[in-house]
């Protein structure tokens, strides 16, 4: 499988997305990138549920974003297509973080960061990343986005 089928993904901006003078509301962009986050993990066949807490499933880890960061480089407007260019990165055996670049046509009009840490969900403490988000990193490391431990 190619680091490009789940790790640049495809979007346009909707008018629900807009604020009242139809620019993209800036909260919308760190909404986008854990919808990013969410599709590459499933593309790469991780499904949502044995990630993320759900009415069937609790996982023994959690991954909470301990750090977010968003620089806006022009205004969005509904109907513009969005690419989201993901770069995972691992930061230790139990950190990684996300950069998103967005850009429009060939521009860039948007960048993100998500750091996210590993705790165990029974006691909040740190803990190993689980081995699904090792597997995605190093899969996403093709495209020089995993340092090694």
Request: glycine share 6%; net charge negative; with cysteine.
């Amino acid at each position: 499988m190619n680091p490009s089928d789940w790790l640049l993904l495809c979007r346009t901006v909707r008018f629900g997305d807009t604020d009242a003078a139809g620019v993209m509301h800036f909260t919308q962009l760190l909404r986008w990138c854990h919808e990013a986050y969410e599709e590459s993990l499933e593309r790469f066949g991780l499904p949502a549920a044995s990630i993320f807490p759900g009415p069937a499933h609790a996982p023994e880890v959690a991954l909470p974003i301990v750090h977010c960061q968003a620089d806006y480089r022009r205004p969005l407007m509904c109907g513009d297509p969005l690419a989201i260019q993901l770069e995972p990165l691992r930061l230790d055996p139990g950190c990684f973080e996300l950069r998103y670049r967005f850009c429009c046509g060939d521009e860039p009009v948007a960048e993100a960061l998500t750091r996210h840490l590993a705790i165990r969900a029974a006691d909040r403490q740190r803990c190993p990343l689980p081995e699904p988000i090792q597997r995605w990193l190093e899969a996403s490391s093709l495209q020089g986005g995993v340092r090694p431990l």
